[in-house]
Nanobody
Framework: QVQLVESGGGLVQAGGSLRLSCAPS????????GDWSRQAPGKQRELVAD???????NYADSVKGRFTISRDNAKNTLYLQMNNLKPEDTAVYYC?????????????????WGQGTQVTVSS
């Protein structure tokens, strides 16, 4: 069964950078639209950024100017570049994407979530 595989989390000092990556486990599934959300302990999950089919993006106010969501169609990978990280960015980050696949009935899209990756920012 296809999965979204995340990587790139870790521990970083405040002011540092990390880049998260997310890709389907099977190359026959391609990323259409995607987003990144995060959940800190004791808090609700928060949508951080999303990217549309045409490449249009949206960001939460808390990360505007610091985070960049992108999609590399050649590598079939979704990214979240995080700069100037702050301790309040500490959370588990989840990627989510609509994956398109060719079937006998035409192109179908399905929604998938990544397993989550921990980002910890120390002060």
């Amino acid at each position: 069964q296809v999965q979204l595989v995340e990587s790139g989390g870790g521990l970083v000092q405040a002011g540092g950078s990390l880049r998260l990556s997310c890709a389907p486990s099977e190359s026959s599934f391609s990323i259409d639209i995607g987003d990144w959300s995060r959940q800190a302990p004791g808090k609700q999950r928060e949508l951080v950024a999303d990217i549309k089919t045409d490449g249009g993006t949206n960001y939460a106010d808390s990360v505007k100017g610091r985070f960049t969501i992108s999609r590399d169609n050649a590598k079939n990978t979704l990214y979240l570049q995080m700069n100037n990280l702050k301790p309040e960015d500490t959370a588990v980050y989840y990627c989510h994407a609509h994956l398109a696949v060719a079937t006998s009935s035409g192109i179908k899209t399905f929604s998938y979530w990544g397993q989550g990756t921990q980002v910890t920012v120390s002060s």
